[in-house]
């Protein structure tokens, strides 16, 4: 059996897309709510503030002034299961999102 040049180049090309394809792509859970991370963590009278422009720079407040760091991940495993981790994506203060491992 002879293989024309069609059917080469459409193997050829087949076998390339699979092998550009992503060892493991993300699958998108959901989005980060800072203020329910922080109500979630430390309770009731916490709340989120942003100190800055990137998103490490969020923390949450109580009516004293006192600060505490976020945990993004555990928000993300306990809003959407334990499969579920935080990711900065773009770094901004807005571009937290939660994904399935």
Request: with cysteine; aromatic share 12%; net charge negative.
């Amino acid at each position: 059996m002879m293989l024309t040049n069609f059917n080469v180049l459409s193997v050829a090309a087949c076998a390339a897309a699979y092998l550009a394809m992503p060892v493991a792509a993300r699958t998108w859970a959901g989005s980060v709510d800072m203020e329910q991370a922080c109500s979630e963590q430390y309770g009731g009278g916490w709340t989120a503030k942003l100190s800055g422009s990137s998103g490490n720079d969020w923390a949450c407040v109580d009516g004293s002034g006192s600060s505490k760091s976020i945990n993004v991940d555990a928000y993300c495993s306990q809003t959407y299961g334990n499969a579920a981790y935080a990711d900065p994506q773009g770094g901004g203060a807005y571009d937290w999102g939660c994904y399935w491992r």
